[in-house]
Structures are given as structure tokens and as C-alpha cells.
């Protein structure tokens, strides 16, 4: 367990224990959640990735892809005709 202190502006220092576990550096965003009257500080960064991990789950299988190497050859070849185009 951690204390901060809040200063006049209502700003508070997360203590840099609880930085490094959240990976949150200098200008780094966090969100805060409640959830039951309790309230959770994330790193708003892993938060966004997440739910968009979340949200692209299978959407490789559904496009026919069968291993991750098919899926990145595919790019590759996007890739080459968006700079033939250009």
C-alpha cells in the first residue's frame, strides 16, 4: 500500500513503485475506474490496447488466415502495391 498526498491544485505523485507496476512514464495518460465505490488507477495506454485486442479476437480466423506468417506476408504484400501506387 502507497499514500499520496493531494497538493492545492488537486494534483497527486504517483509513487514511483506504482508507476514502474503500471509501466507509466513522464506525459503518460492513466485512467481511473470505479467499480463499486472503489476506485482503480490503469495505464490508459494497456487499457485502450486491450479492449482492442479484445475486440479484433478471431477476426484473423474469419479472414482465413491460418498462422500469424500468412496474415504478415499479406501485409507485406498490401504494403508493395500501396507504394506501386504512389
Not at 2 to 20: F, L, W
Not at 47 to 52: G, N, P
Not at 58 to 81: C, H, S, T, V, W
Request: aromatic share 6%; glycine share 6%.
Amino acid at each position: 500500500m502507497e499514500i499520496a498526498k493531494i497538493s492545492s491544485k488537486g494534483q497527486i505523485t504517483i509513487p514511483v513503485s506504482i508507476r514502474n507496476r503500471l509501466h507509466l512514464n513522464t506525459g503518460d495518460k492513466v485512467l481511473i475506474l470505479e467499480e463499486n465505490g472503489r476506485f482503480y488507477i490503469e495505464n490508459a495506454a494497456n487499457v485502450a490496447f486491450q479492449h482492442v485486442e479484445e475486440n479484433f479476437r478471431g477476426a484473423a480466423a474469419e479472414a482465413g488466415f491460418q498462422n500469424e506468417d500468412e496474415m504478415q506476408n499479406y501485409l507485406k504484400e498490401i504494403r508493395e502495391e500501396l507504394r506501386i501506387k504512389i
